[in-house]
């Protein structure tokens, strides 16, 4: 079973940066996209970015300008750069493969706070 792990999550003060990383137990690319996830307190989990196969990304609307997705060179890694941090952004971040999901990680925790 491939298992998703998150990393790079911390606590940072409003307007810095993060890049989390996501590494997979085995090679997941190939046909398919990346996203990334949150889940700030009390809320439904929200797609962040996306990847597809042909390397195009997408964002939401929170996102765009300050975050990107990339893929490592690796077929099984993605990464999250985070800018311009905002209190607002403090979630669990999770990785997944898109549209067909896998069992999901354990996350890592970002939280933007002074």
């Known amino acids: 079973q491939v298992q998703l792990v998150e990393s790079g999550g911390g606590l940072v003060q409003p307007g810095g940066s993060l890049r989390l990383s996501c590494a997979a137990s085995?090679?997941?690319?190939?046909?398919?996209?990346m996203a990334w996830y949150r889940r700030a307190p009390g809320k439904q989990r929200e797609m962040v970015a996306i990847?597809?196969?042909?390397?195009?990304?997408n964002y939401a609307d929170s996102a765009k300008g300050r975050f990107t997705i990339s893929r490592g060179n690796a077929m099984n890694t993605v990464y999250l750069q985070m800018g311009s941090l905002k209190p607002e952004d403090t979630a669990v971040y999770y990785c997944?493969?898109?549209?067909?999901?896998?069992?999901w990680g354990q996350g890592t925790q970002v939280t933007v706070s002074s």
């Open positions: 990847i597809d196969s042909g390397g195009t990304t």
């Open positions: 085995t090679s997941i690319f190939g046909a398919y996209g």
């Open positions: 997944n493969r898109h549209p067909i999901p896998l069992p």
